[in-house]
Structure formats: structure tokens, C-alpha cells
């Protein structure tokens, strides 16, 4: 940490006055038990070595810090390199978390996973990381999701998961978070509730971000050995926000440049965006207190983009903290911006990324070309486009 960066959250959960924990009474006794066992499983040694076995064996860590030399020499400015979440077990990130939230609840002695989904990816890591240690699980998905993403639901019952539809509200995300905290309330003597980003009341903002940073610890030791040196520049998507946060932690207290890409959809103006920094304001909105897009009245307003996984009202809590210090940038790409990334890395470098991770990749061709040949940029590629291959022929009107 540098001098303005504190060690946060505080004992309650608050960013500087982001994130908290606004939840209904009868979930208080989940959480506070909740970051207990969390405080002492960081440090128990057992908890830490079994979690680092399996990210080795079954996550498949670290993964490869992969420098795109195609992709440099055709944008023509600053050196690629691309952190491969997209190589981890199950195609993206959330696995990190998945799996050792999964673990933390077996070692509470709870029976029963939960966890809601919007495009099914985080369900589907769920569904793996329950299937791994043995437990019960139940996936909350809005109907609309999974009409939409009904390969994604036949992959969480294979797993063993029961999927249940959500037909309340705008039947999806946020409908199906507001279902999940009302299980837990109810059952939160055997169940335990897996949040999928940095998102929701305390400790989720903090303990998620501490599984994820395992991302950034890898790519600091990764760039150092390939470069000797530092990288001048971070990009990641934010979505919740988890995948970056994941990669910047590492390198919070060094003077490095870091960029989040928020999906800036058809365009601000357009009202079709989910850039909450670009066109949202402060709110409280499922038990955190954080940037929202909401109208006059507060009421949340439904979000477009290409991206299921960056198609959110709102975004951690750390995030705000981190823009108030000016310590990180957030500017959004468009889904065309997006889509053209997208094709452009899966032609330069055979690698068909994630409609998110494309945002990434979207702004390292805005502001590669004008870095001098010698500068180090990283981009977290957090998860492989092969679940958006169908959706991006489609939009471009290819039967397949
Ligand atoms: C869910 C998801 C995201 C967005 O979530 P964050 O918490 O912001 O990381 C980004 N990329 C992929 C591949 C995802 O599945």
C-alpha cells in the first residue's frame, strides 16, 4: 500500500464511506459468522494449502502471463501480454472464487451451496465448486437468463445443481440476487450463500477480492521474470469488478497506470449502457452502498450490453475508493468497440476471448498505438468467448 492507499475495508465492512452492509436484520448472524470463519481460514494453514493445491491441480494456476506478439506488432505501440484467465478450469475467472468460497463453507460445516447467475458463468462455477467438495447446491436464475442461456442451465444440472427459475421483477440478475439473500435467511443453518464479485454486504467486497488477488500476485512474479521490470499499465473489464480488482491488487502500492472498462453499451446517451461511473450515481442497492444507476426516484435502471457479465446496475464498492484516490481510471468501451476486439485478437493471436474481456482488449487498441515500443501493458483476459460464439454471429446476422 502507498501512503494514500489504506488498508481497507474497516472493521465494518466501509470503503470511505462505500460498500457497508445494508441487509435486513435476519441476515446479520450469516455474515458476522461468515467473516469469522473467513478471518481465521486466512489464517489457517490447512485452509490455505488445500486451496492452493487445488488451484494448482484443478484450476489449472498459475496461468500462463502470454506475451501477444501479433497483436503488439499490429497495433504497433506498447508490449501485450495477456494474464490467460480465460486457461482456468470451467473458461474464466469466477473459478477462483467458486471453488474456495465452496471450500470455506465445507470447513464451516455447512451442507448446502447457493448462488445466483446472471449468464449462468458464475452459476456453472458454483455448480463445479460444489461438485468438488461434495455439498448441495442451488442456482437462482431469472427465467430470462435462462431462456437465454439455456446451454448454461443444462451444464449446472449435469453438475448435479437444481436450478431454479426466478420470475419476479425484470426475471434476471438482480431479481434472482434478491432471491438468493431471501434462501439464505431462511437456511442459513446449513446453507451458505457463494456472491460471485466484489459486490453486497460485508465481508463479500473484501473477501472476494482477496480470492481473486491471487491473479495479480501470479502476473507481478510473471512479468518480472519476463521483463525485468514492471508494467507501466493495467487493463481490465469491470463488471462487479472482481477480475480487476483481482489483477490491480498487486500492484496498488507501485505507480503503474491501471484502466477498468465498463460496458458502455450502445452508448451513454443512449441510455443503454451498464457504465455506472460514466452515467450513474451513489445509492444502496443489494447491501452496499456504491455507484448505481438508478433514476430521480432511485429506482434501479435495467442495463444493456453485449456482455451478460458486465450487464450490472452497479459495481463494488472498492472501486469507488480507488476513483475518489484517482489510483485507478474507469472509461467504457461500446458493444461495436467490443465485438471489433473481439474478432481482432481471435485473428492476430487464435485466441477467441470473452465478450467482456473484448472491453479490455477494446481499450488497449485505443491507447497501445500511441505508447512508446518499450512500454508493458497487461490485460486480463478473464474468461474464452466459446459461450459467445453463437450470440456474436447472430448480431451479425450468420445462421449457423
Ligand atoms: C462475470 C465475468 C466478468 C465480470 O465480472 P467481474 O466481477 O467484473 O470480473 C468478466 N469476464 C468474464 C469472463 C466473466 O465471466
Given at each position: ?26 441476515l446479520m448472524p450469516a455474515l458476522i459468522e461468515l467473516e ?57 475467472h469466477k473459478i477462483n472464487n467458486a471453488l474456495a468460497q ?299
Amino acid at each position: 500500500m502507498n501512503k494514500k492507499t489504506k488498508k481497507l475495508p474497516d472493521g465494518k465492512g466501509h470503503f470511505n464511506g462505500y460498500g457497508g452492509r445494508f441487509v435486513p436484520e435476519t441476515l446479520m448472524p450469516a455474515l458476522i459468522e461468515l467473516e469469522q470463519a473467513y478471518k481465521k481460514c486466512k489464517k489457517d494453514k490447512e485452509f490455505l494449502s488445500e486451496l492452493e493445491l487445488l488451484q494448482k491441480t484443478y484450476i489449472g494456476r498459475p496461468t500462463p502471463l502470454y506475451f501477444a506478439r501479433r497483436l503488439t506488432e499490429n497495433l504497433g505501440g506498447a508490449k501485450i501480454y495477456l494474464k490467460r484467465e480465460d486457461l482456468c478450469h470451467t473458461g474464466a475467472h469466477k473459478i477462483n472464487n467458486a471453488l474456495a468460497q465452496a471450500l470455506l463453507a465445507k470447513k464451516m460445516g455447512k451442507t448446502r451451496l447457493i448462488a445466483e447467475t446472471g449468464a449462468g458463468q458464475h452459476g456453472v462455477a458454483t455448480a463445479t465448486g460444489a461438485a468438488l467438495v461434495g455439498l448441495e447446491c442451488e442456482i437462482y436464475m431469472g427465467s430470462e437468463d435462462m431462456r437465454r442461456q439455456s446451454m448454461n442451465v443444462f451444464r449446472m444440472r449435469l453438475l448435479g445443481a437444481k436450478v431454479t427459475e426466478v420470475t419476479t421483477g425484470s426475471k434476471t440478475l438482480k431479481d434472482a440476487i434478491s432471491e438468493s439473500l431471501r434462501d439464505w435467511t431462511t437456511n442459513v443453518r446449513n446453507t451458505h450463500y457463494i456472491l460471485g464479485t466484489v459486490f453486497g454486504p460485508h465481508p463479500y467486497p473484501e473477501m472476494v477480492r482477496d480470492f481473486q488477488s491471487v491473479i495479480g500476485q501470479e502476473a507481478r512474479r510473471q512479468i518480472l521474470k519476463a521483463e525485468k521490470k514492471l508494467p507501466d499499465c493495467l487493463i481490465a473489464c469491470v463488471g462487479g469488478g472482481s477480475n480487476s480488482i483481482g489483477l490491480f491488487y498487486a500492484f496498488l502500492q507501485n505507480n503503474i497506470r491501471m484502466i477498468g472498462v465498463e460496458a458502455g453499451g450502445k452508448g451513454i446517451e443512449s441510455g443503454l449502457h451498464a457504465a455506472r461511473f460514466a452515467g450513474g450515481s451513489l445509492g444502496v442497492f443489494q447491501g452496499c452502498k456504491s455507484y448505481l444507476l438508478q433514476d430521480d426516484d432511485g429506482n434501479v435502471l435495467t442495463t444493456h450490453s453485449v456482455s451478460a457479465g458486465l450487464d450490472y446496475a452497479s459495481v463494488g464498492p472498492e472501486h469507488c475508493y480507488l476513483r475518489d484516490l484517482n489510483r485507478i481510471e474507469y472509461t467504457y468501451a461500446t458493444d461495436d468497440e467490443a465485438m471489433k476486439a473481439f474478432e481482432l485478437l481471435s485473428r492476430t493471436e487464435g485466441i477467441i476471448p470473452a465478450l467482456e474481456s473484448a472491453h479490455a482488449i477494446a481499450e488497449t487498441v485505443k491507447i497501445a498505438p500511441a505508447m512508446p515500443k518499450d512500454a508493458v501493458i497487461i490485460v486480463n483476459l478473464s474468461g474464452r468467448g466459446d459461450k459467445d460464439v453463437q450470440e456474436v454471429a447472430r448480431i451479425k446476422g450468420i445462421t449457423l
